[in-house]
């Protein structure tokens, strides 16, 4: 590690956060400019804690952060290893959940749930055709694959059309869920993709120290009959995603 890198891993001891959230913020961002790619070394905790006059308990909090979060792997006295974010190069052209997307990529999928809640929202019951008193359920997820944070995703179901949705215990796929349990035929889904800036909560899970580019989905489905059953935004991550688009010849 060169010497600028520790210049610019050192905190700011005249603001009120937490010097360890500040280290790992600066690490983050590192890895996410290339500073730091993917099996570069990190030093021990003893050597970066004298470089930047800090305690080792407070660079250890925040080598454990980052490890609960797999973004470091521990070397033993060399020190710690950047772990790679993933490349992911999915295919677009047909309607297929994260869960599913994930397993394709070779990538086991989790969910991390921010809120789950039963809501009547007019401007969602606009956009799907309901009545402004219209329920829908409300889910707020972080979505990850071998548990690195890719995408914070805000959905919501029609509870009209599917009422048994507000029973889903949000595991597996909900369009298996949405043909087996709540017998409701897909039709279509209308999908656009647009670059965006994270915002502070997409920055936070992501890790990001500052407002990074990122893709924003937004995706209609529709049943067979032609009812929007479930309206998502999920904002994906730019440094791992490169989407590959077959296009015919006329």
Known sequence: MTQDIFTKLMPDRGIAEPVYQQLMKRIVAL????????QDSL??????????????????????????????????????????????????????????????????????????????????????????????????????????????????????SAPQIADWDVTGSIYDYLKTVCNVRLGRAEQTIEAVMSSAEESAVFGFEQSSPCLLFKRKTYTASGQIVEYVEGTFRGDAYTYHIDLGVS
């Not at 400019?33 to 993917?38: D, F, K, P, T, W």
């Not at 599913?100 to 039963?118: A, D």
């Open 43 to 160: 030093p021990s905790e003893r050597l970066l804690a004298e470089k930047l006059s800090l305690s080792r308990t407070t660079v250890r909090r925040c080598y454990t952060e980052l490890r609960a979060q797999n973004l470091l792997s521990s070397q033993g006295r060399a020190g710690f290893t950047v772990n790679d974010v993933p490349n992911l190069q999915p295919k677009l052209g047909r309607l297929k959940g994260f869960t599913e997307e994930m397993k394709e990529l070779g990538l086991t999928p989790s969910t991390r749930i921010l809120e789950r809640t039963v809501v009547t929202d007019r401007t969602i019951a606009s956009v799907v055709g309901r009545p402004s008193h219209a329920q829908f359920l409300r889910l707020v997820r972080v979505r990850c694959g071998d548990d690195v944070p890719l995408s914070r995703e805000v959905a919501w179901y029609d509870l009209t």
């Open 31 to 38: 890895i996410a400019a290339g500073e730091i790619s993917g």
